[in-house]
């Protein structure tokens, strides 16, 4: 089986699409991943990026011979759905029609970015309502996200979580860095309302411990300068965009690991966000905000300390912002304060192991071989 694999972004570091890609091709369908770098996408961001892009798109697939066109996330289900309809109607393909496969890794119109945008918001929500009924399987990453659009569109989604391997990743000893401070650990992007500017400010409180930020993003230069405006400027280090290989190196060296999303909007307020799955693999303990998704792990396996989310939309603005830093670095505090033990993440590891939800991605795969 052939399968074409599109997403927006440039591949290097979607953990989700190169994990989903390794497998299918470990069962034996031939894979091919698209992404922006591949189709030459010039413009940078917005409606211009979005057109190319599905435009460009577009083209490939119809000239690409294949059995699935496998759209992941709405910024693609456009050119996917039409290619695959034209495919279907142009019969060119004699191993039967070309199948059409939706992963939701979010709930793209509900994203913070297009909050107050309710012109362009309500342009994704057609998109969705249009073609997701025309998928032949979908998936997303966690239950909260299959019930919304279940509810929305009368669609049934599998949940493949976005979780590595089961093997532990601890290291050894305290986790210490040699001048005797605590690493806080932000891994991620570096967008509006993950609450990396909570981080900076919350160094106030915690004068024994140092933040690592791994990821690139919007507002990396922003916070970068946000930084340098604090005292405590020298203890927080930002490293950028890393590999998946180079972070997995560092993610076990953390002393907490710090998952803070803003309650702004669905996207954010269901998500399940990767690194939740790579602290408890790598036995780091994570202080998270208190949404449905991720705080269900935490206090279900007792894997950290949950916070009050602030959720309003002018989190920047004083009192809140303080409010919120102050609230992190007290949960990181009674973090620090524990003694963590390898058997406290055992349970939560088993649970969130990629061997149990590569089952259900390749059910999908034996799925669309039936209907043909």
Not at 253 to 260: I, P, Q, R, T, Y
Request: net charge positive.
């Amino acid at each position: 089986m052939k399968i074409v694999m599109a997403v927006t972004n440039d591949l290097l570091t979607d953990r989700r699409v190169m994990r989903h890609a390794q497998t299918l091709r470990e069962a034996g369908c031939e894979v091919e991943c698209v992404g922006k770098k591949e189709l030459g996408v010039k413009a940078r961001r917005g409606w211009k990026f979005y057109a190319e892009y599905n435009v460009r798109l577009l083209l490939r697939l119809l000239r690409t011979k294949t059995d699935v066109v496998w759209a992941n996330d709405t910024d693609t289900l456009a050119a996917c759905c039409v290619a695959v309809r034209v495919k279907r109607m142009c019969r060119r393909d004699a191993g039967g029609p070309v199948r059409l496969v939706m992963d939701a890794h979010e709930l793209f119109p509900e994203v913070p970015e297009l909050i107050g945008r309710g012109r362009v918001k309500r342009v994704w929500e057609w998109i969705e309502r249009r073609m997701m009924p025309k998928c032949d399987a979908m998936l997303t990453v966690c239950q909260s996200i299959a019930d919304y659009y279940r509810e929305r569109y009368g669609v049934e989604m599998t949940v493949v979580r976005n979780v590595p391997s089961g093997e532990p990743r601890v290291e050894n000893g305290e986790r210490r860095t040699e001048n005797k401070m605590h690493t806080l650990l932000y891994q991620g992007a570096v967008n509006k309302s993950r609450g990396v500017d909570w981080a900076i400010d919350a160094l106030e409180w915690l004068e024994d411990c140092r933040l690592v930020v791994a990821g690139g993003g919007d507002l990396l230069e922003e916070m970068k300068a946000y930084a340098k405006e604090k005292p405590w400027a020298e203890r927080i280090t930002f490293l950028g965009r890393l590999m998946p290989e180079e972070l997995e190196k560092i993610t076990p060296k953390a002393s907490v690991g710090l998952v803070m999303l803003e309650d702004m909007g669905l996207s954010y307020h269901y998500a399940l966000p990767n690194r939740i799955g790579d602290f408890v693999a790598a036995g780091v303990p994570m202080v998270v905000s208190d949404l449905p998704e991720m705080a269900r792990v935490v206090r279900e396996f007792g894997v950290g300390e949950v916070i009050e989310s602030a959720g309003v939309k002018e989190c920047r603005s004083g009192g809140v912002q303080k409010s919120a830093a102050r609230a992190l670095a007290e949960a990181v505090k009674k973090v620090l304060a524990r003694e963590w033990k390898e058997e406290v993440f055992a349970a939560a590891r088993k649970d969130m192991d990629w061997a149990r939800e590569r089952v259900k991605l390749l059910s999908i795969i034996d799925m669309l071989k039936q209907k043909n």
